[in-house]
């Protein structure tokens, strides 16, 4: 594997999670030095990183709420050298619009859209603080642009990480900061996971949605994290890199 991160200082949070492990055991795979940021239990979290084995590069775990604009940015404080920080803390709560609670859409928004812009401005203050040139990383989803049954207030919050990434990228980039989005597709992970095993009626669904024929593993969405990680992408910046086996060519299910 290609050692083109050697020396990277990284922090994602919902680190522990499917896709978020996936990317740090990425990343530490090509070299780099990884903190994974979630509210998970310090010693589930340390059975989770062991599972992986060793790598090139390091992994660790802190705990940091990113809701809390403090905590996370003491968490980010305490990765020294910070170049390199990934918002991918999510949560999804599926249901039909007419059912779609205060509660729920709260939650959702105030986690993927207000937690990450709490990450994404914590980082960047970091960076522009000690001179970095650096790179921010936003976990979005194919269904930021395109809407999907039973995930509105999903689907509201990915589309406005989107203009929360453009808008970072145009006034970050005179300090050499790149701020860009990641679009997964169907992923193998959490609750499409769960959906896609235990209801019939999902899984056909999706199959009809997914062009390339599978859903996507957290590894393929790690891989093209990588690569906004990596040399290839130091002239990307404020964009959406859709990694989503082409759902998004489709009308939906």
């Not at 619009?97 to 928004?109: M, N, R, V």
């Not at 997914?210 to 891989?223: H, K, N």
């Not at 093209?224 to 964009?239: F, K, N, V």
Request: charged share 20%.
């Amino acid at each position: 594997m290609s050692q083109d991160l050697v020396g990277r200082q990284v922090a994602i949070t919902g680190g522990v999670g499917g896709i978020g492990l996936a990317i740090g055991h990425e990343l530490a795979s090509r070299g780099a030095d990884v903190v994974l940021i979630d509210i998970v239990d310090e010693i589930e979290a340390a059975g989770r990183i062991a599972d992986l084995g060793p790598f090139p590069g390091t992994l660790r775990y802190d705990v940091a709420d990113t809701t809390d604009p403090d905590a996370i940015g003491a968490a980010l404080a305490r990765v020294q050298g910070l170049d390199t920080a990934i918002g991918n803390a999510g949560i999804v709560r599926s249901a039909p619009f007419l059912k779609i609670t205060t509660a729920d859409w709260e939650a959702q928004l105030d986690v993927n859209l207000t937690g990450v812009f709490h990450l994404t401005q914590a980082a960047a203050r970091q960076m522009v603080a000690a001179g970095t040139e650096g790179r921010i990383i936003l976990t979005g989803s194919w269904i930021g642009s395109r809407p999907w049954p039973e995930t509105s207030a999903y689907s509201v919050s990915k589309a406005g990480l989107e203009m929360l990434a453009r808008s970072a990228a145009l006034e970050l980039a005179p300090h050499r900061i790149r701020v860009n989005v990641l679009a997964p597709g169907i992923v193998n992970t959490g609750l499409a996971a769960r959906q896609y095993r235990e209801e019939p009626q999902y899984r056909a669904k999706a199959d009809r949605a997914i062009p390339l024929g599978a859903l996507q593993s957290p590894r393929e969405v790690a891989q093209a994290a990588a690569i906004l990680c990596s040399p290839a992408a130091d002239y990307i910046t404020g964009t959406v890199l859709l990694a989503d086996g082409g759902c998004s060519l489709l009308t939906g299910g």
